[in-house]
Each structure stands twice: as C-alpha cells, then as structure tokens.
C-alpha cells in the first residue's frame, strides 16, 4: 500500500514505527523532537523549483526562483516550451537548467502525469521520473518526499543523509549512495519519516539548517 504524508499524523504514525522499529531512530527522536513537515507544492512549480535550486545556495536559489517565476507568469509547459532561452538566462538560469526544464515540459505537454505517481509505489514513481531528461535519482527522490509526500521515498544520494547516517552508525567514512539505500531498507515503509529525522539530526550535529544537500554527481541539471 501507498503511503502519502499529508498532514502531522502520518509523521507521527511513522516515528511511532520506526521507533519500534530503531533504537538509533528512536534515540534521535528524542534529541530532535518531532521533524518539520516540509511540504512542498506538488506538478511543475515544485518540480521545477527543485532543478531550479540545485548546486547553489538558499539565498541565490530563491533569488533565482523570484526571478524565473516573474519571467514565467504563469508557468506552464507550454510557456517553458516556447520560451527562448533569453528568457530563461532573465532568471538566472544555465543552460543544462535550462534543457531539463524544457524536457520536463515537453514530457508534461505530451502526457506525463505528475500527479498521478502519488498513485505508484515509491520505487515505481522513482523510476518514472528518472525516465524523464536531466532528472536524476536525487531530484526525483527530493520530488517524492516533498512535493507528492511519499512515506516511502528515500534520497539515498543526498550528502546530509549521508553524513547524518555516518554520524549514527558511527561509520569511519560516509556511506554512498547504494550503501545508504542497503541501509535504509529496514525503514520500509516510512523511509521518508527516517529521511527527515535524520535531516533533523544532521542539523542538530552541524548547527545548520536541516534540509536536502544535494550531491552534484547525481543529477544532470547543474
């Protein structure tokens, strides 16, 4: 069965599981307190924010984002397709940015429905989305978790995930990617419940702020 995060509850029926599931989980829950809910808009804007906001830093990402909203207003697939890339560079944005963007336009103006992986499991909806140009595996994850709520998504290849787990199991040298997802697959079917206590964890540990720190190797759209 799916599992879609909507609201505090089913954070909270996951950190119930993995408590039970995890001493090390649970021993985080209890530093950290609850993890933010972090929710973001679901289709092309959250998507396209996610590209968007790769490889820089929050401030420029938003900055970028303002930006790129004013010149696509509305944005939709058919003003990202038609658009020539004078309009694109007005946001801020480079030109791998720029393809991916166009590919994910294209593929939503011939029928790829975003919405409608809510309805696949995690790894089936994963795979979908990777199908599409420019979109790598941390993208897609990031999608997944954030914007349509999948519980079971996991974004093995981001760095802060990584280190947070380095930091638990006490690891000599930080996971990668495939060992992350060996890892995590004893958090089934709330990886995304784990993602975000260890996102809280890893801000606890590096007084920083907890979010997705991607790992620039994953994805194409730099």
Partial sequence: MTIIIRSRPEIETGIAALRALDSRLAAIHDLVGE?????????LE????????????????????????????????ERLIAAPDEDFRAGGLSM????????????LAEGFDLDGLAEL?????????VKLKGIGP?????????????????AAGDLALQEAAKMLLVLEERPNALELAAIAQAWRPWRAVAARLLFAYYANRKNRPGAPVQDGAENDAA
Avoid at 96 to 107: D, F
Avoid at 138 to 154: E, P, R, S
């Fill in 35 to 43: 993890p933010p809910l972090r929710l973001y808009p679901a289709g």
């Fill in 46 to 77: 959250g998507l396209a924010w996610i590209i968007v906001s790769q490889q820089v830093s929050v401030a420029s990402a938003r900055a970028i984002w303002a930006r790129t909203k004013a010149v696509f207003d509305p944005l939709t697939p």
């Fill in 96 to 107: 791998p940015k720029i393809r991916t963007l166009r590919a994910v336009a294209r593929a």
């Fill in 121 to 129: 499991d995690a790894d089936k909806a994963h795979a979908e989305l």
């Fill in 138 to 154: 941390w993208t897609a994850d990031v999608y997944l978790m954030f914007c349509l709520g999948h519980a079971d998504a996991f």
